[in-house]
């Protein structure tokens, strides 16, 4: 059964610093991998879909990796920005159905 | 615009009085599905939808049925709401089953 994990729960980083958020999942036979972006209470926002035949996606200060094989994901946020302060979300999509597995996601706090 | 129009945002019911969330999207998206949001379990996908009159269990179907009359409508029904059913309510539709997922803005279901 595909497990998706995201480490850290919670992280909080002044204004300005790079960095990376994890999500690892168990079973390595994926369509793709998608971030999502959550602010309290609200829906879903897509950031970035990778495939799982690409290694990354870019997206303005975002970048998504995908290494299918160690069956991890990296998002990376550069210059980060008070506005980027939500919790983000990774999924894994499994099979034909389209489920998404979901991870706890990580709750990003940047100080300004 | 491209989007999931969730209606209602917020309901308040009573136990056992039936209850319905529309779901609709415009992209002439095939699969759609329902996912229920609970501190501590993540998102769970509870229904999902193929194409139009293709419908299937997700991992958490119990007390909720679902419609796919027409292709842009996907309808959630409660038809003996529980206080167990409190939750928050997303709709996801995607042009195929190994595309990414657009999200709708949710439901917050509130039974008392």
């Known amino acids: 059964k595909q497990e998706v994990t995201q480490i850290p729960a919670a992280l909080s980083v002044p204004e300005g610093e790079n960095l990376v958020l994890n999500c690892s999942f168990t079973?390595?036979?994926?369509?793709?991998l998608q971030w999502f972006r959550q602010d309290p209470g609200k829906g879903l926002t897509s950031l970035l879909l990778?495939?799982?035949?690409?290694r990354e996606q870019t997206s303005g200060r975002l970048n998504a990796s995908l290494d299918k094989s160690s069956g991890r994901s990296t998002l990376y946020i550069a210059a980060s920005q008070p506005g980027d302060s939500a919790t983000y979300l990774c999924?894994?999509?499994?099979?034909?159905?389209?489920?998404?597995?979901f991870g706890q996601g990580t709750t990003l706090q940047v100080k300004p | 615009e491209a989007q999931v129009t969730q209606n209602p945002r917020y309901l308040i019911t009573v136990t056992g009085k039936k209850l319905t969330v529309t779901c609709s999207q415009n992209?002439?998206?095939?699969?759609m599905s329902w996912y229920r949001q609970d501190p501590g379990l993540g998102l769970r996908q509870i229904y999902y939808?193929?194409?139009?009159?293709?419908?299937d269990k997700g991992d958490v179907p119990e007390g909720y049925k679902v419609s796919r009359k027409e292709k842009r409508n996907f309808p959630l029904i409660l038809e003996s709401p529980s206080p167990n059913q409190t939750s928050l309510y997303f709709c996801?539709?995607?042009?195929?089953?190994?595309?990414?997922?657009?999200f709708g803005s949710g439901t917050r279901l509130t039974v008392v």
């Open positions: 996801a539709s995607s042009f195929s089953g190994n595309r990414g997922y657009t």
């Open positions: 079973d390595s036979a994926i369509y793709n």
């Open positions: 990778i495939q799982s035949s690409q």
């Open positions: 999924a894994v999509n499994e099979s034909n159905t389209g489920k998404l597995i």
């Open positions: 992209m002439n998206h095939e699969y």
């Open positions: 939808s193929m194409n139009v009159e293709v419908t």
